[in-house]
């Protein structure tokens, strides 16, 4: 089972971009990051007229397509969404340290909740899931309080996290 640490927050906090700026500092720390994420359209990897969604049109339930340095695999699941333990489970554990994800909010895995004084939604109620706060103002919280411009404080935070639930890395 690979150790899962949610990024959440409102559309347009920033996640994607988070996500983007911290995969660098984590993987030149040593760690092994994969990265789940879930959206709310119908995701498409591959393109009308291309043979794996040739192939998707024409019945199979699960495609992967190959090259000399990647390969992806592309699996339907028409009768239901599919489940965030199941997804994470798919990652080579050879491979990955620590899955990082975005969405999934209502999943009970760790998280750090990200929120912007310019958003016209209040900060999120929070659930005992959520382990840090990333803004961009201060606040009065139990929670350990994370400046959500600072990449190198927010790594730093993963990183001592990641330690104390897995050992060094």
């Known amino acids: ?7 959440t ?19 030149a720390q040593g760690l092994r990051v994969a990265v789940i994420k879930h959206s709310h359209h119908n995701a498409q990897v591959d393109k009308e007229g291309k043979d794996s969604w040739r192939m998707k049109e024409a019945g199979a339930s ?10 992806a695999l592309m699996t339907e699941t028409p009768k239901q969404p599919v489940d965030l333990h199941y997804l994470a489970q798919q990652f080579d554990p050879n491979l990955t340290d620590l899955v990082l994800v975005e969405g999934f909010k209502q999943e009970p895995i760790a998280k750090i909740l990200l929120h912007r004084q310019t958003m016209s939604k209040p900060l999120p109620t929070q659930d005992n899931d959520v382990i840090a706060l990333a803004t961009d103002y201060d606040l009065n919280s139990e929670k ?19 330690q104390q639930k897995c050992g060094s890395k």
């Open 144 to 162: 350990p309080l994370l400046d959500i411009n600072d990449i190198n404080q927010i790594s730093t935070f993963i990183l001592h996290w990641y």
């Open 9 to 27: 927050g409102y559309s347009g906090s920033g996640k994607t971009t988070l996500l983007e700026k911290l995969l660098p500092l984590l993987t």
């Open 1 to 7: 089972m690979h150790l899962m640490l949610g990024i």
């Open 62 to 71: 699960q495609v992967i397509m190959a090259c000399d340095n990647r390969w």
